[in-house]
């Protein structure tokens, strides 16, 4: 698993996540529109959560016509529907999905810090917490775990103070 801290070239994670949205969206036969991709592509813009209110001042800045707030989570509503995005509730800000086409369950690592979010995917956890569901008769439709902590940077950080 590639750690987000790792230096890379964010572009390209815009890059393939747009192409990547285009493509399952033309399998699908639905429409990934001049506005839902551009809000994808400002979720994308960091690997930290941001908010639906985040992105329509976002819009605003970048738009001669500002888009209201219900066009917003219509669209982000679209991009969760696709699975191109995920909501962490405890924050109510949206982070794009690194593997759109699988279904999975997802489980993220939220620094309280920097605000840096990481999904994992882990055949253990997912294992784990399938088990013990069924154990109790439970049939698990959406999973979403949020970890919070201190990221791998902000930890040290911390003990250079």
């Given at each position: 698993?590639?750690?987000?801290?790792?230096?890379?070239?964010?572009?390209?994670?815009?890059?393939?996540?747009?192409?990547?949205?285009?493509?399952?969206?033309?399998?699908?036969?639905?429409?990934?529109?001049?506005?839902?991709?551009?809000?994808?592509?400002?979720?994308?813009?960091?690997?930290?959560?941001?908010?639906?209110?985040?992105?329509l001042?976002?819009?605003?800045?970048q738009?001669?016509?500002?888009?209201?707030?219900?066009?917003?989570?219509?669209?982000?509503?679209?991009?969760?529907?696709?699975?191109?995005?995920?909501?962490?509730?405890?924050?109510?800000?949206?982070?794009?999905?690194?593997?759109?086409?699988?279904?999975?369950?997802?489980c993220?690592?939220?620094?309280?810090?920097?605000?840096?979010?990481?999904?994992?995917?882990?055949?253990?956890?997912?294992?784990?917490?399938?088990?013990?569901?069924?154990?109790?008769?439970?049939?698990?439709?959406?999973?979403?775990?949020?970890?919070?902590?201190?990221?791998?940077?902000?930890?040290?950080?911390?003990?250079?103070?």
């Open positions: 698993m590639t750690s987000v801290h790792q230096h890379h070239d964010h572009h390209v994670c815009i890059s393939e996540a747009l192409q990547e949205a285009r493509i399952l969206c033309q399998q699908r036969g639905v429409r990934l529109t001049r506005l839902r991709e551009k809000v994808l592509e400002l979720v994308w813009q960091s690997h930290q959560p941001v908010g639906a209110y985040d992105i001042a976002q819009l605003a800045k738009e001669e016509r500002a888009a209201q707030p219900p066009t917003v989570y219509r669209a982000l509503d679209f991009l969760l529907e696709q699975g191109l995005v995920h909501r962490l509730s405890s924050l109510n800000a949206f982070i794009g999905c690194p593997h759109p086409g699988i279904k999975h369950n997802s993220f690592l939220i620094c309280e810090n920097c605000r840096v979010t990481q999904e994992i995917d882990h055949q253990a956890i997912n294992q784990s917490i399938t088990s013990c569901a069924s154990d109790q008769g439970f049939k698990i439709v959406d999973t979403a775990i949020e970890l919070t902590g201190l990221c791998s940077n902000c930890q040290g950080f911390q003990e250079s103070l």
